[in-house]
């Protein structure tokens, strides 16, 4: 995790895909849990295709937190797999 703070901007940088999941259950599940880890990164096609969330070290997933405008903000790559799993994408 690679963290970044200024007077404006607080951004932090996961590579590991369970560290992000518990960060973002963290912020969104404070109140009530109706997010669950299951339906998560993860989205299944009615082809039964899928798209998922890819993160390692050259595609992090990103936290952008404005200090000045209070926003929120997730930057994240995505994959998408064809019904059989096999990759339709590079990671280039």
Do not use: C
């Amino acid at each position: 995790m690679l963290t970044k703070n200024t007077k404006n901007i607080e951004e932090i940088q996961f590579h590991n895909e369970e560290s992000f999941k518990r960060f973002l259950l963290g912020l969104a599940n404070k109140y009530a849990k109706y997010i669950k880890e299951d339906d998560m990164m993860f989205k299944m096609e009615k082809d039964n295709s899928y798209s998922r969330v890819i993160m390692n070290q050259a595609h992090p997933a990103t936290f952008y937190y404005s200090k000045t405008l209070e926003m929120l903000q997730v930057k994240t790559r995505y994959g998408h797999y064809n019904r059989l799993g096999v990759p339709q994408f590079t990671l280039n």
